[in-house]
């Protein structure tokens, strides 16, 4: 009897532990959020997973229960505090395995002696850090997102049917720019990993021609498309200096400013080498990359970024209060380029913002996901010339931007 009054009693205490760790640090978090200040906000920190978090779904629909489950996993009571405890004991209980034991098994089974005088081939497996950030060669870091590493696989290839869909979008807002007397031109910023695959760890290519070689080129040889991929002159510039940043997941203004003299080469604009002008290295620290993949800063030397004097004899103002940080930036500048000029992209664009504000009288850029906002209508009313820009890994939002760009031109 007492047995089994021990055995009921503990059931209880079990079943009253499980129910306050489900629900004790939900009422906590409420609580938190209703008191003056709002004292929890402060364990709500970022995590630098750079991507927007779910929202709560507003229609019934049918993927509904993924689309709140996919809320609740985003907004999670001391979500960062669990995650970032998470990434700190994984990181230390595989750091035995990554220091000693996994270079023995590589040096032993996979790497391979040189061959008629050859270096030898260095097998690197694969390592992600936070199912985000992949450890590469020498120091550098890439994006590790499916989208990205899809694309440098080339195991995401567009089906002839995509290919048609993204042509037709590309060409009817094209023949709507030309009629109201607006020049249009897409510029593709390649990824880092087809900048640098030498960087890269040890990796089975799908299809070397990738989905964006093969839509650029899809597009030039079917339309007057003006479009550019700029993977040529920034792999030939890297011979000379360092043009994307190895810890972080863009490139460096060196890479901005060969970038932007490959969209003036399509616009048909005079151009500028980099020689040509004064540029030195400067240091930039703690990239995206490394808080992304919960790393140690002090793992990683300095990055290399460069400061590039161009056209310092332009005054430029930015107008309207805008912010380079902010989705809507806005400038006037002492340039003789009588022009109104607007580029809507994602983050690649800021690095160039330094250049084409000098190289336009008014100039505007927009960041692609606010393509929505009221204000864009005027803008692209009033632009003469209008700059789609899509960094290589992103290239699947070109649809969502062109259907907004074509419903506002055709009104």
Same mark, same amino acid.
């Given at each position: 009897?007492?047995?089994?009054?021990?055995?009921?009693?503990?059931?209880?205490?079990s079943?009253?532990l499980?129910m306050?760790?489900?629900?004790?640090?939900t009422?906590? $978090?409420?609580?938190g959020?209703?008191?003056?200040? &709002?004292?929890?906000?402060?364990?709500? @920190?970022?995590?630098?997973?750079?991507?927007?978090m779910?929202k @709560?779904?507003?229609?019934?629909?049918?993927?509904?229960g993924?689309?709140l489950?996919?809320?609740y996993?985003?907004?999670?009571?001391?979500?960062?505090?669990?995650?970032?405890?998470?990434?700190?004991?994984?990181?230390?209980?595989?750091?035995?395995?990554?220091?000693?034991?996994?270079?023995?098994?590589v &040096?032993? @089974?996979?790497?391979?002696?040189?061959?008629e005088?050859?270096?030898?081939?260095?097998?690197?497996?694969?390592?992600?850090?936070n =199912?985000?950030?992949?450890?590469?060669?020498?120091?550098?870091? *890439?994006?590790?997102?499916?989208?990205?590493l =899809?694309?440098?696989?080339?195991?995401?290839?567009?089906?002839?049917?995509?290919?048609?869909?993204y042509?037709? &979008?590309?060409?009817?807002?094209n023949?709507?720019?030309k009629?109201?007397g607006?020049?249009?031109?897409f *510029?593709?910023?390649?990824?880092?990993?087809?900048?640098?695959?030498?960087?890269?760890?040890?990796?089975?290519?799908?299809?070397?021609?990738?989905?964006?070689?093969?839509l650029?080129?899809?597009?030039?040889?079917?339309?007057?498309v003006?479009?550019?991929?700029?993977?040529?002159?920034?792999?030939?510039?890297?011979?000379?200096?360092?043009?994307y940043l190895?810890?972080?997941?863009?490139?460096n203004?060196?890479?901005?400013?060969?970038?932007?003299?490959?969209?003036?080469?399509?616009?048909? +604009?005079?151009?500028?080498?980099?020689?040509?002008?004064?540029?030195?290295?400067?240091?930039?620290?703690?990239?995206?990359?490394?808080?992304?993949?919960?790393?140690?800063?002090?793992? *990683?030397?300095?990055?290399?970024?460069?400061?590039?004097d161009?056209?310092?004899?332009?005054?430029?103002?930015?107008?309207?209060?805008?912010?380079?940080?902010? $989705?809507?930036?806005?400038?006037? /500048?002492?340039?003789? =380029?009588?022009?109104?000029?607007l580029?809507?992209?994602?983050?690649?664009?800021?690095? +160039?913002?330094?250049?084409?504000?000098?190289?336009?009288?008014?100039?505007?850029?927009?960041?692609?996901?606010s393509?929505?906002?009221?204000?864009?209508?005027?803008?692209?009313?009033?632009?003469?010339?209008?700059?789609?820009? /899509?960094?290589e890994?992103?290239?699947?939002t070109?649809?969502?931007t062109?259907?907004? @760009?074509?419903?506002?031109?055709?009104?």
């Amino acid at each position: 009897m007492s047995e089994n009054r021990n055995l009921k009693t503990y059931s209880i205490i079990s079943i009253a532990l499980f129910m306050a760790i489900l629900i004790l640090p939900t009422f906590i $978090w409420g609580v938190g959020k209703i008191l003056p200040g &709002k004292p929890i906000n402060a364990l709500n @920190f970022d995590l630098g997973e750079n991507r927007n978090m779910a929202k @709560f779904p507003e229609q019934f629909t049918p993927t509904y229960g993924t689309e709140l489950e996919a809320f609740y996993n985003d907004h999670l009571p001391f979500r960062s505090i669990i995650i970032s405890a998470n990434r700190f004991l994984t990181a230390t209980t595989e750091k035995p395995y990554d220091d000693i034991i996994s270079p023995f098994l590589v &040096k032993t @089974f996979y790497s391979k002696p040189s061959e008629e005088g050859e270096p030898a081939i260095e097998y690197m497996p694969p390592k992600l850090h936070n =199912n985000l950030t992949i450890e590469g060669r020498d120091g550098w870091l *890439f994006f590790g997102t499916e989208e990205n590493l =899809n694309d440098y696989l080339g195991s995401n290839i567009l089906s002839d049917e995509e290919l048609d869909l993204y042509l037709s &979008k590309m060409v009817k807002l094209n023949e709507l720019c030309k009629a109201q007397g607006k020049e249009l031109y897409f *510029f593709i910023p390649p990824n880092k990993t087809q900048v640098y695959p030498e960087k890269m760890p040890s990796y089975t290519i799908v299809d070397s021609y990738t989905r964006v070689q093969r839509l650029v080129d899809y597009v030039q040889a079917n339309s007057d498309v003006k479009i550019v991929y700029p993977l040529q002159e920034l792999t030939a510039a890297k011979e000379n200096m360092q043009v994307y940043l190895k810890t972080d997941t863009h490139w460096n203004e060196a890479g901005a400013f060969i970038g932007t003299q490959a969209l003036y080469t399509l616009m048909g +604009m005079p151009t500028t080498d980099i020689g040509d002008v004064n540029h030195y290295e400067k240091d930039f620290t703690e990239g995206d990359l490394i808080r992304m993949g919960n790393l140690n800063p002090d793992d *990683f030397p300095p990055d290399t970024n460069f400061e590039v004097d161009y056209k310092l004899d332009v005054a430029v103002t930015p107008l309207d209060d805008t912010d380079i940080t902010q $989705w809507l930036y806005k400038t006037s /500048s002492t340039s003789d =380029n009588d022009c109104n000029f607007l580029i809507a992209g994602d983050s690649y664009r800021l690095f +160039m913002t330094k250049y084409l504000c000098r190289d336009f009288s008014l100039f505007n850029q927009i960041h692609t996901d606010s393509v929505g906002e009221p204000e864009v209508e005027g803008l692209l009313e009033n632009a003469d010339i209008i700059v789609i820009e /899509s960094v290589e890994r992103f290239n699947h939002t070109l649809l969502n931007t062109l259907e907004h @760009f074509i419903r506002y031109l055709e009104q």
